[in-house]
């Protein structure tokens, strides 16, 4: 009898030591599924979280109005534009960056605005949105002020602008 129940005891033991290993795995598996989630919808209703979004009397707007970015790396600022048309529109924004110091435009080949595409259809009192990417060259100079300035294409047309110094 005392072999038996010996015998119980280890095989409860095994089994509790499998039961505890397959929730933990179990456990892993979802903390895991769960962070891609939350990651992906995160990025989905990034367009929900506007720092300083579009109003009927600014219906234009940035997230900053001033960048600071180093040589070499790029940053994001968010475009955010407020349709306040009477019809559907299809903005489609143009960018003008200058030098300040030098007067090129578009920065002389050291500064590049990423990510700037139409968007199709934007409905009345409607917002689009728009993560674009400023990329500095690293042969741009430390100190560099470049003046940008992004219209909607539209009549008549809307401004925004911002400015990006090298650090």
């Known amino acids: 009898m ?8 280890v095989n409860a033991i095994v089994v509790l ?6 929730l933990g795995l179990g456990l892993g598996f979802m903390k895991g ?14 367009a929900g979280d506007l720092t300083n979004p579009p109003s009927s009397s600014n219906p ?8 600071s970015v180093s040589r070499g790396t790029t940053t994001s600022v968010q475009v ?5 048309l009477i019809a559907p529109a299809s903005p489609d924004p143009n960018i003008v960056c200058e030098d300040q110091l ?8 050291r500064l590049f605005v990423i ?27 430390v100190g560099d002020v470049y003046a940008c300035s992004i219209d909607d294409a539209q009549v008549p047309p809307k ?6 110094t090298v650090k």
């Not at 030591?17 to 397959?22: D, S």
């Not at 599924?33 to 990034?46: I, L, N, V, Y």
């Not at 234009?60 to 960048?67: A, G, M, P």
């Not at 955010?80 to 306040?84: E, G, P, Q, V």
């Open 2 to 9: 005392k072999k038996g129940s010996l015998s119980l005891s």
């Open 17 to 22: 030591i499998l039961a505890i290993t397959m």
């Open 33 to 46: 599924m769960f962070g891609k989630m939350t990651e992906r919808f995160d990025t989905a209703s990034g």
């Open 60 to 67: 234009f707007t940035v997230s900053s109005n001033q960048l």
């Open 80 to 84: 955010a534009w407020l349709n306040d």
């Open 102 to 109: 030098a007067a090129d435009p578009i920065g002389g080949g």
């Open 115 to 141: 990510g700037l595409n139409a968007r199709n259809n934007i409905e009345q009192n409607k917002i689009a949105s728009w993560n674009v990417g400023v990329q500095v060259d690293e042969t741009a100079l």
């Open 159 to 164: 401004y925004v602008d911002f400015i990006v």
